[in-house]
Every structure is written in structure tokens, then in C-alpha cells.
């Protein structure tokens, strides 16, 4: 499970990187925060992009990515391991990717 989150929690990361930074712009800021309880434990990803319609992005999710793919499995991956994931903007202004995984999860 330990590896699940992690891979988890580095597509995220990856994600808020590459994809909320302008190269024309001062360097963003991205936040990670990590919480682990007696049920889950819960990642956290803000960063300060455009943002975008996760709902509207799972729906053309394929089944299955090529697993040579180089861009495009982030988040194909992050919804074959959590249990639960949401993307909103914060009181901070942040966009957030929250993921969670279960303690007795069988996923």
C-alpha cells in the first residue's frame, strides 16, 4: 500500500508541477500535505494553475493507458489507486488534488 500511495502522491505532485507552471512566469507554488489517520491516509496537492474539470476529465479517461506512455497516465493512475479523489480550489486560492487510500481498502 506504502508504494501505491507513493506513486500516488508523485503523479500528483508531477502533475501540479508541470502543468501549473508557466515558463514565462515567476515559479509556482505547490504545496504538498500529507495526513495519516487510524482509517486512510490522505494526500494533498495545491498548486497555483489554471485548474481544470476533473468530472469532466475522468469521463474520457480510457480503460487502460500504455504503460510506455510518456505523458497522459497521471491521473488514469491516481484513479486506479485511490479510493477516493477530488479536485477543488481552496480559501488560499490553490487548486487542490485530495486523494485518499484506506486502510482496509481492497483496491
Known amino acids: ?11 500528483a505532485v508531477e502533475n501540479a508541477v508541470y502543468h501549473a507552471q508557466s515558463p514565462l512566469e515567476t515559479p509556482s507554488l505547490v504545496r504538498i500535505e500529507v ?7 490522505q494526500m494533498q496537492v495545491g498548486d497555483q494553475g489554471q485548474g481544470f474539470n476533473l468530472e ?11 504503460s510506455h506512455a510518456e505523458k497522459g497516465r497521471g491521473l488514469w493512475i491516481i ?3 485511490a479510493d477516493y ?3 477543488t480550489r481552496t480559501a488560499e486560492n ?5 486523494i485518499q487510500k484506506f486502510w482496509n481498502s481492497k483496491k
Open 1 to 11: 500500500m506504502w508504494s501505491a500511495c507513493i506513486t500516488a502522491l508523485g503523479e
Open 56 to 66: 469532466a476529465y475522468l469521463t474520457k479517461l480510457p480503460e487502460s493507458v500504455p
Open 79 to 81: 484513479s486506479q489507486i
Open 94 to 98: 490553490l487548486n487542490c488534488l485530495t
Open 85 to 87: 479523489f477530488s479536485y
Open 35 to 41: 495526513t495519516i489517520t487510524d482509517n486512510m491516509i
